[in-house]
């Protein structure tokens, strides 16, 4: 996470096709499960997980 916040970018493989992502920053679990679909698989609260790391989509 460190190497992603202090580059700024990132690239993500998703189905085959890789995204490019920006802006990253680090949020809270209320902020993280909001941007989550319905449907989505939140992580166990057993894991304790307190940050997640947010990114935008870069602009094609």
Excluded: W
Aim: glycine share 4%; charged share 30%; net charge positive.
């Amino acid at each position: 996470m460190r190497n992603i916040l202090a580059s700024g970018t990132a690239r993500l493989l998703v189905d085959g096709k890789e995204v490019e992502l920006t802006a990253p920053r680090v949020v809270g679990r209320q902020e993280a499960f909001q941007a989550l679909a319905d449907d989505v698989t939140r992580p166990p609260k057993v894991l304790r997980i307190t940050e997640f790391l947010r990114m935008d989509l870069a602009a094609s």
